[in-house]
């Protein structure tokens, strides 16, 4: 299956229908939570840290802002502090996010700002770890690389990438689902959709790489649908230009990991 390139999300386009926008944040919530997406993300961190220690992370792309909400209230029943600061680069997603679950406005330890993944307003080393989940298939393999660099640039210990897996039997369940399970216009549009553009575990090791990044460990979802990447600064390589990138994102019919 090709990685589509040619149709955008409709949550990445105006975001003029907030009530649509909104519907489809608690969709990707209930999503992240029965089909094991929170799950991997608290795999990821726990990879990259010891279970005892207070950390700080920041999570770009957050989008409805649920995993580091559930990745907090984790933490707590563990007896470790967890600070998120959660990222978007649209203020309205922010918003939209807070409507959907009022909770984020509220929760201590979590922090909601707007910042562009690819331009992080943060010095080096401010955080932990740096997490992303459902991002990287929204972004083309240069800024992919960009946001990369960046998380791995303010990251003390390492880099979750939390993300869809492209295959054919991955965008038929996510057809299906998104068509039974709801009637939120965005989420059946982009469902699907988000299968087709998402990255093969390769080449999402390969973006990895040329950001700088080794992967650690690996995890998968219950479906193989998706997929979590650990990673912490390659010791001997050199992040390649983003432009080469271009290289993990092949255009020939290829079988999805």
Not at 6 to 21: I, K, T
Not at 199 to 216: D, F, K, N, W
């Amino acid at each position: 299956m090709r990685r589509s390139v040619e149709v955008e999300e409709l949550l990445d386009g105006p975001l003029d229908d907030g009530r649509a926008v909104v519907g489809n944040l608690r969709d990707l919530a209930r999503a992240n939570r029965w089909l094991g997406g929170v799950r991997l993300s608290a795999l990821g961190v726990a990879a990259l840290a010891p279970a005892d220690m207070p950390l700080s992370l920041v999570d770009v792309g957050t989008g409805g802002a649920d995993i580091p909400l559930a990745l907090i209230e984790r933490a707590r029943r563990g007896r470790r502090r967890l600070a998120v600061t959660a990222t978007d680069s649209r203020a309205e997603i922010l918003e939209a996010a807070v409507l959907a679950q009022p909770r984020l406005s509220t929760t201590a330890d979590l922090a909601l700002r707007v910042a562009d993944g690819r331009f992080l307003p943060f010095a080096d080393d401010s955080f932990d770890i740096a997490h992303a989940s459902l991002v990287l298939h929204h972004l083309e393999p240069p800024d992919a690389v960009e946001l990369l660099r960046e998380m791995g640039r303010v990251a003390r210990r390492g880099v979750v990438v939390n993300d869809l897996v492209r295959g054919r039997l991955s965008w038929l369940g996510a057809w299906l689902l998104s068509h039974l399970a709801t009637t939120n216009r965005f989420t059946r549009h982009d469902a699907s959709l988000s299968v087709r553009r998402a990255y093969t575990i390769a080449e999402l090791t390969s973006l990895l790489a040329a950001a700088g990044l080794r992967v650690e460990a690996s995890a998968f979802g219950l479906f193989r649908h998706r997929v979590m990447l650990a990673a912490t600064p390659a010791p001997e390589a050199t992040a390649a230009p983003a432009a080469t990138a271009t290289a993990a994102t092949p255009r020939t019919d290829e079988a999805a990991e």
